[in-house]
C-alpha cells in the first residue's frame, strides 16, 4: 500500500487581516483610546423620577379647568318578567292547575263561513247541550268512516243540533291520532253537507278525544 504525503506551506494556512492595520498604525503613531466601561457607576432612576424628567416641559391649560363635562344619559330600567314556565308545569301535574285545552296542539275548531266566528268557542264552552253521540273507539277506518256516515244521517234525519264524535287521541298508536285526523278529513269532504262547526269537547266531556259538532238545520 502506497501513501501519498502533500506538504502544504505554513503561509498558506495562516490569515491575518489586521496585520496591515497595525503596521500602518504603529506606522503614522495614531494612538486608539480605551473605551472608559469597566468601573463606571451608572446613573439609575426610578419610575417617578423618570415620569417627572418626561413631564418637566409640560403646561398647564388654565382655560379648561372651565369645561363641565356633559352628564351621562339616564339608563332606563327593564324589568325581565321570570319565566315560570317549570312552575306552571309543576302545577298542572300536581293537580293544581287545568290545562287550557284551547291552547295545546291537539285543540281543533272550525265554523262556516255564514257562521259567527265565536259559535266554535261558546261550542267547545258547554253552551250547546249535545243531544246524542257516538264512540268510535276500537274501529278500523273503513269502518269509523261507515259508522260515522250512519250517525250523521240518523242526526240530520231527527232534525238533532248537537252531538259529540268519541275518537280518543291516539297516545297508543305509533302513528298518532289517526282516527281524529280522519275525522277531521271527513267533516271537510265527504260529510261537509251536514256540518255547520265543529270544536273540542270541554274536559268532562272527553276533552281532546272527543269533539263536539254543530249540524246544519234543514
Request: proline share 4%; hydrophobic share 35%.
Given at each position: 500500500?502506497?501513501?501519498?504525503?502533500?506538504?502544504?506551506?505554513?503561509?498558506?494556512?495562516?490569515?491575518?487581516?489586521?496585520?496591515?492595520?497595525?503596521?500602518?498604525?504603529?506606522?503614522?503613531?495614531?494612538?486608539?483610546?480605551?473605551?472608559?466601561?469597566?468601573?463606571?457607576?451608572?446613573?439609575?432612576?426610578?419610575?417617578?423620577?423618570?415620569?417627572?424628567?418626561?413631564?418637566?416641559?409640560?403646561?398647564?391649560?388654565?382655560?379648561?379647568?372651565?369645561?363641565?363635562?356633559?352628564?351621562?344619559?339616564?339608563?332606563?330600567?327593564?324589568?325581565?318578567?321570570?319565566?315560570?314556565?317549570?312552575?306552571?308545569?309543576?302545577?298542572?301535574?300536581?293537580?293544581?292547575?287545568?290545562?287550557?285545552?284551547?291552547?295545546?296542539?291537539?285543540?281543533?275548531?272550525?265554523?262556516?263561513?255564514?257562521?259567527?266566528?265565536?259559535?266554535?268557542?261558546?261550542?267547545?264552552?258547554?253552551?250547546?247541550?249535545?243531544?246524542?253521540?257516538?264512540?268510535?273507539?276500537?274501529?278500523?277506518?273503513?269502518?269509523?268512516?261507515?259508522?260515522?256516515?250512519?250517525?250523521?244521517?240518523?242526526?240530520?234525519?231527527?232534525?238533532?243540533?248537537?252531538?259529540?264524535?268519541?275518537?280518543?287521541?291516539?297516545?297508543?298508536?305509533?302513528?298518532?291520532?289517526?282516527?281524529?285526523?280522519?275525522?277531521?278529513?271527513?267533516?271537510?269532504t265527504s260529510f261537509s253537507r251536514w256540518i255547520s262547526a265543529y270544536s273540542t269537547a270541554k274536559d268532562c266531556d272527553g276533552g281532546l278525544g272527543a269533539t263536539y259538532i254543530i249540524l246544519k238545520s234543514r
Amino acid at each position: 500500500m502506497s501513501y501519498i504525503i502533500i506538504k502544504m506551506e505554513t503561509a498558506a494556512l495562516t490569515y491575518t487581516p489586521f496585520q496591515s492595520l497595525k503596521e500602518f498604525l504603529e506606522k503614522n503613531r495614531v494612538r486608539l483610546k480605551p473605551k472608559e466601561t469597566a468601573g463606571k457607576k451608572v446613573e439609575t432612576k426610578s419610575d417617578e423620577e423618570i415620569f417627572q424628567d418626561a413631564m418637566s416641559d409640560v403646561r398647564e391649560i388654565k382655560e379648561y379647568r372651565k369645561l363641565q363635562a356633559k352628564k351621562p344619559p339616564k339608563i332606563k330600567r327593564i324589568r325581565i318578567p321570570q319565566d315560570d314556565s317549570l312552575d306552571l308545569l309543576k302545577q298542572i301535574i300536581d293537580g293544581r292547575r287545568k290545562i287550557t285545552l284551547s291552547d295545546t296542539a291537539e285543540y281543533i275548531e272550525w265554523v262556516h263561513p255564514r257562521i259567527r266566528k265565536d259559535v266554535a268557542r261558546r261550542l267547545h264552552g258547554g253552551n250547546f247541550s249535545v243531544q246524542d253521540y257516538i264512540d268510535l273507539h276500537g274501529m278500523n277506518l273503513p269502518e269509523a268512516e261507515a259508522a260515522l256516515k250512519f250517525f250523521l244521517t240518523e242526526a240530520a234525519r231527527k232534525g238533532l243540533f248537537c252531538v259529540k264524535v268519541i275518537h280518543g287521541r291516539g297516545l297508543r298508536s305509533p302513528r298518532g291520532p289517526v282516527l281524529k285526523k280522519a275525522m277531521v278529513r271527513w267533516l271537510h269532504t265527504s260529510f261537509s253537507r251536514w256540518i255547520s262547526a265543529y270544536s273540542t269537547a270541554k274536559d268532562c266531556d272527553g276533552g281532546l278525544g272527543a269533539t263536539y259538532i254543530i249540524l246544519k238545520s234543514r
